[in-house]
């Protein structure tokens, strides 16, 4: 049981890279949506004003946002450690998780600026 701990920092290594790896896939996803309703006639983001298009994009910007932010933070906790026999998966969370997180947010950006209701 010991060796399931998150306190261990191998685990916490494995752990990270895993969410944030989740989180990138989600990106993916919102990066789909957004640019399936991109009019590039108008340079907009065309939805409909009754449909739960705007809930979907800000629910899932929030979820990938806090699973990369775990991710970074549990990779940034395991990078460097002795006793961390994977640094790789933790530099490798760290950093991805910095990258999804900074695409969740320009994902955001990008709809609220060109977000159009019909």
Not at 23 to 45: H, Q
Not at 75 to 102: D, E, H, I, K, P
């Amino acid at each position: 049981m010991a060796s399931k701990s998150l306190r261990r920092y191998d685990v916490q290594a494995k752990v990270s890279l895993i969410i944030t790896i989740l989180a990138s896939f989600g990106l993916v996803v919102l990066i789909t949506i957004l640019g399936r309703n991109y009019n590039s006639e108008l340079r907009a983001i065309m939805y409909g004003s009754e449909s739960i298009y705007a809930p979907l994009v800000m629910l899932g910007t929030a979820g990938i946002s806090l699973l990369s932010l775990i991710g970074l933070v549990l990779g940034f906790n395991s990078a460097g450690q002795r006793r961390n026999n994977m640094q790789t998966r933790s530099w490798v969370a760290f950093f991805l998780g910095t990258a999804v997180l900074a695409g969740a947010v320009i994902c955001l950006a990008m709809f609220w600026i060109l977000k159009m209701k019909l």
